[in-house]
């Protein structure tokens, strides 16, 4: 049974950082992609960040370019999300999910979420 487990969320201020973690247990961490989700009050699910298996490539939604980065431990079965330069706009509910494919260099479908992590930016 795999399981994904997020943290790091909270409030903070327009223009301060969060990291984000997703601890990942129940199979071979190593071997899959993994992506960050977010979801705003009453809009759909959007996809932030995708990295790769070795943590070699990673591409992101454009509005978070140049803020974000994604990253990848290996030998802690973890994933992150740094965020710079928070707006009142990332305010969502952020998810870390798994990629369905091991070994793709590229997003394909996620097979399993966690539980998600509120990140609040005020104004």
């Known amino acids: 049974q795999v399981q994904l487990v997020e943290s790091g969320g909270g409030l903070v201020q327009a223009g301060g950082s969060l990291r984000l973690s997703c601890a990942a247990s129940?199979?071979?961490?190593?071997?899959?992609?993994m992506g960050w989700f977010r979801q705003a009050p009453g809009k759909e699910r959007e996809f932030v960040a995708f990295i790769s298996w070795s943590g070699g490539i990673t591409y992101y939604v454009e509005s978070v370019k140049g803020r974000f980065t994604i990253s990848r431990d290996n030998a802690k079965n973890t994933v992150y999300l740094q965020m710079n330069s928070l707006k009142p706009e990332d305010t969502a509910v952020y998810y870390c999910?798994?990629?369905?494919?091991?070994?793709?260099?590229?997003?394909?479908?996620?097979?399993?979420w966690g539980q998600g992590t509120q990140v609040t930016v005020s104004s």
């Open positions: 999910a798994s990629d369905r494919m091991a070994y793709s260099l590229s997003w394909s479908q996620p097979d399993y």
């Open positions: 129940g199979r071979t961490f190593s071997s899959y992609g």
